[in-house]
Nanobody, 112 residues
Framework: VQLQASGGGLVQPGGSLRLTCTAS????????VGWYRQAPEKQRELVAW?????IEAIDSVKARFTISRDNTNDMYLQMNKLQLEDTGVYYC?????????WGQGTQVTVSS
């Protein structure tokens, strides 16, 4: 499985970005899909995920970020009202059985 993440960039506080992750096979073939992020000098953290029929996000982004997937090969992370602390490298992840696959990461920088 190959994953390609895109959509990162530089944005001012309060702005929006939409991240896309394109998989090499149907995005709905995976048991779970999610977005992680890693801020400078911090551990990678799970931000939002879809598992079965459940869609979840961490409290700090729940009101601002939306994870979704389409009926082809793509999953998304719509990020609104971005804050300085949202800065980091964002990675998409998918799971099939016991296997876990990662995209290459896309940089999101929130700065005034």
């Amino acid at each position: 499985v190959q994953l390609q993440a895109s959509g990162g960039g530089l944005v001012q506080p309060g702005g929006s970005l939409r991240l896309t992750c394109t998989a090499s096979e149907s995005i709905r073939s995976f048991n779970a899909v999610g977005w992680y992020r890693q801020a400078p000098e911090k551990q990678r953290e799970l931000v939002a995920w879809i598992s079965g029929g459940t869609i979840e996000a961490i409290d700090s982004v729940k009101a601002r970020f939306t994870i979704s997937r389409d009926n082809t090969n793509d999953m998304y992370l719509q990020m609104n009202k971005l804050q300085l602390e949202d800065t980091g490298v964002y990675y998409c992840n998918v799971r099939k059985g016991w296997a876990s696959f990662w995209g290459q990461g896309t940089q999101v920088t929130v700065s005034s």
